[in-house]
């Protein structure tokens, strides 16, 4: 089976504070696929960024980064600069390819509120 | 290119109805996964079909059924409704098989039981 973890169920920072949002996952498969998506209260998922396990290099776009760490199972999520729009619950998902394959397995989720 | 849709957006039914939910995939995918929503399971995978055949399924009972047509549209179905199952139903479409390909959601549909 496969396994997500997000461990902070709430965060709350002020405009302009950095925050970083941690994913810890668990799977059997050796490729696999990590996601990150933003869930707004309108309530669709919004996808911001799928890595593959051979894939570590960090990623930034704009006042996003991604940091992906095999060693520790870990893919973490920084916003910088937050602002009152980054408002929202954020998920961490985990798609095998071979035992776990077609399954998304997602976190509990984030609820990351900004305030002005 | 116009974004997953799902309808109806919202639902109300009373326990021991049916209901179908209806998904249609972004133009060209041909993958189209359901999830539950529910504040106290989170989101849970229900099942994945890629060109019309049932792929993978998750562990829910029975009662859970879906569907793909040949225009990769999608429907589930829930039958003999309990209470337990009001939640928000997010269809999600990929290109490829989930397992390698990113996955777009719709907006979900909100059911609730009575």
């Known amino acids: 089976a496969q396994k997500v973890t997000q461990a902070q169920t709430e965060i709350s920072v002020v405009e302009k504070e950095d925050v970083t949002l941690d994913c810890v996952y668990e799977?059997?498969?050796?490729?696999?696929?990590l996601f990150w998506y933003k869930q707004p209260p309108s309530g669709e998922l919004v996808f911001l960024i799928r890595r593959n396990s051979f894939d570590e290099q960090n990623e930034i776009s704009g006042r996003y980064s991604w940091n992906f760490q095999k060693s520790t199972s870990s893919f973490n999520f920084t916003i910088t600069a937050s602002q009152v729009v980054d408002s929202a619950v954020y998920f961490c998902?985990?798609?095998?390819?071979?035992?776990?394959?077609?399954?998304?397995?997602f976190g509990d989720g984030t609820t990351l509120t900004v305030k002005p | 290119k116009a974004g997953v849709t799902q309808t109806p957006r919202y639902l109300i039914k009373t326990r021991g109805q049916q209901v179908t939910l209806s998904c249609s995939p972004i133009?060209?995918?041909?993958?189209v996964s359901w999830y539950q929503q529910t504040p106290g399971q989170g989101l849970q995978f229900l099942f994945e079909y890629f060109s019309e055949t049932q792929r993978n399924k998750g562990n829910f009972p029975g009662r859970f059924s879906g569907r793909q047509f040949s225009n990769s549209r999608s429907e589930m179905n829930v039958s003999t409704l309990e209470l337990g199952d009001s939640a928000l139903y997010l269809c999600?479409?990929?290109?490829?098989?989930?397992?390698?390909?990113?996955?777009?959601f719709g907006p979900g549909t909100r059911l609730t039981v009575l």
């Open positions: 799977t059997r498969d050796t490729t696999y696929y």
């Open positions: 999600a479409s990929s290109y490829r098989e989930t397992s390698t390909d990113t996955q777009y």
């Open positions: 998902a985990l798609s095998g390819t071979n035992t776990n394959a077609g399954k998304s397995t």
């Open positions: 133009s060209g995918h041909r993958s």
